[in-house]
């Protein structure tokens, strides 16, 4: 076993070192729910919304990854992340939000819930306590992990396809190019944690767990409706 963990790429190590969490985390009652068609509406409006400021915050912190940047290759990467989310995604999300009756008055007007602050906040002082390889181990949870998430629910034989109001959902995040994102960080991850001593792999294994945790209580607050 420890031969099999010992060959295994770095990301995949992260991975194993938290096992049950992930599964808790990529194999949640929402992402079920989503999956067989029968997540509450007003569950996925709530997550939907709390998203919003979600992202706000991630976007910051690809900013922060920006100002960690150590060469140019890490400061267009950074860059280049943070423009896609501020001129794409938020577009997007705001759409999406509006199809699902939420308009732009009500995204203003939100008030952040615990779950949202508590995960945006780790991520952003673990980049801003640590380097950029803190911080993207901490980013890595939400990049790499809604790639698995999507590509567990299309394995499943409960997915219900036909007149589910969240295959869309799924369909965009098993994206081909949204995947491909998912792999260039785990590429990137893999590259960097190569070199690392067993100490500093250990500290950011810490990171990993806990931010894979505040992945899975995101999807908690959406099932609860949570403040
Ligand atoms: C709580 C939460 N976690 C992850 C994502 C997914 N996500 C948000 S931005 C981004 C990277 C693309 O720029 C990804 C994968 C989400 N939407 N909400």
């Not at 096992?19 to 949640?28: G, K, N, P, T």
């Not at 915050?57 to 920006?66: D, E, K």
């Not at 896609?84 to 952040?112: F, K, P, R």
Request: aromatic share 12%; charged share 25%.
């Amino acid at each position: 076993m420890s031969a099999v963990l010992s060959n295994a790429l770095p990301f995949d190590r992260l991975v194993d070192a938290c096992a049950s969490d992930w599964r808790a985390y990529i194999e949640h009652p929402f992402v079920r729910g989503m999956g067989d068609g029968a997540l509450p509406e007003a569950s996925f409006r709530h997550y939907l919304k709390q998203d919003y400021l979600f992202l706000v915050h991630f976007a910051r912190a690809w900013g922060l990854a920006v100002y960690k940047a150590r060469s140019m290759g890490e400061l267009r990467q950074g860059l280049d992340i943070l423009k896609a989310i501020v001129d794409l995604e938020m577009g997007l999300h705001i759409s999406w939000c509006a199809e699902w009756g939420v308009s732009e008055d009500d995204l203003a007007m939100l008030q952040e819930s615990r779950a949202t602050m508590a995960y945006t906040r780790y991520v952003l002082d673990a980049g801003a306590s640590g380097d950029l390889l803190d911080l993207h181990v901490a980013l890595a949870p939400c990049v790499v992990g809604y790639a698995d998430v999507a590509s567990w629910l299309l394995a499943q034989p409960f997915l219900k396809r036909d007149g589910n109001p969240y295959m869309r959902w799924i369909d965009m995040y098993a994206d081909a190019e949204f995947q491909q994102a998912a792999q260039a960080e785990r590429d990137w991850l893999n590259a960097r944690l190569a070199g690392v001593t067993p100490e500093r792999f250990a500290q950011l294994s810490r990171i990993f767990r806990d931010a894979t945790r505040l992945e899975a209580d995101f999807w908690q607050m959406g099932l609860t409706l949570a403040d």
